[in-house]
């Protein structure tokens, strides 16, 4: 089992940049055996796919999110980042980070039933 901690979530003005952190740490575990994912909720909305990076470093991205985000892991710091740039109202929200334990490295995963380890989120909010 992996616990995972976000951090660097904040208020930030429209047009703004933040960086997300999600550190793993656990008894026994591996990072680099796991497929990662961030996700996001905002009050009244369902839990919504952000990006997610594969084992070997493959990422995706949900549409709204690409040329702003970047999604990149550090195996050796046992952290994965969100850099986000270009931040929208509409980005405000609840950002949780997720890992999956997979044997598939080139698999990044993009539904919120595919990971089974959460961090307890970092609150985002973009103001006009």
């Known amino acids: 089992q992996v616990q995972l901690v976000e951090s660097g979530g904040g208020l930030v003005q429209a047009g703004g940049s933040l960086r997300l952190s999600c550190a793993a740490s656990?008894?026994?575990?591996?990072?680099?055996?796991?497929?990662l994912g961030w996700f996001r909720q905002a009050p009244g909305k369902e839990r919504e796919f952000v990006a997610a990076?594969?084992?070997?470093?493959?990422?995706s991205y949900a549409d709204s999110m690409k040329g702003r985000f970047t999604i990149s892991r550090d195996n050796a710091k046992v952290t994965m980042y969100l850099q986000m740039n270009s931040l929208e109202l509409e980005d405000t929200a609840e950002y949780y980070c997720?890992?999956?334990?997979?044997?598939?490295?080139?698999?990044?995963?993009?539904?919120?039933?595919?990971?089974?380890?959460w961090g307890q989120g970092t609150q985002v909010t973009v103001s006009s």
């Open positions: 997720a890992a999956r334990l997979t044997g598939e490295r080139g698999t990044a995963y993009y539904k919120p039933n595919d990971y089974n380890n």
């Open positions: 990076i594969s084992r070997s470093g493959i990422t």
């Open positions: 656990g008894r026994t575990f591996t990072f680099s055996m796991y497929a």
